[in-house]
């Protein structure tokens, strides 16, 4: 299983951005997937997350500004970022729990190998 992400980059305060995470490989079902962010000397933490049947869940520093969505036979999920704020600056990683074979019922979570978000002020 592969996720890969793109649409960081560099962005003035106030701006928008729109990132993208396309899942690909040996996938049954997806459960969920989402973003994530870290700084350094910080924990990962959760920016907004999207289930398979379409609730969404986001950090009370996101909602608002941010919004996320999905496309399940893309198994593609988006987060557009508006209103951004210097300390919205991270590496944002993309996160999919999902069941890679249909002979069992593992389900397990991956991720993408992050992508750099930097607003200036």
């Known amino acids: 299983v592969q996720l890969q992400a793109s649409g960081g980059g560099l962005v003035q305060a106030g701006g928008s951005l729109r990132l993208s995470c396309s899942a690909s490989?040996?996938?049954?079902?997806?459960?969920?997937m989402g973003w994530y962010r870290q700084v350094p000397g910080k924990e990962r933490e959760l920016v907004a997350s999207?289930?398979?049947?379409?609730?969404?869940n986001y950090a009370d520093s996101v909602k608002g500004r941010f919004t996320i969505s999905g496309d399940n036979a893309k198994k593609t999920v988006y987060l557009r970022m508006n209103s951004l704020k210097p300390e919205d600056t991270a590496v944002y990683y993309c996160?999919?729990?999902?069941?890679?074979?249909?002979?069992?019922?593992?389900?397990?979570?991956?991720w993408g190998q992050g992508t750099q978000v930097t607003v200036s002020s």
């Open positions: 999207i289930t398979s049947g379409g609730s969404t």
């Open positions: 490989g040996s996938i049954f079902s997806i459960n969920a």
């Open positions: 996160n999919a729990n999902l069941r890679p074979n249909g002979w069992n019922t593992v389900v397990d979570n991956y």
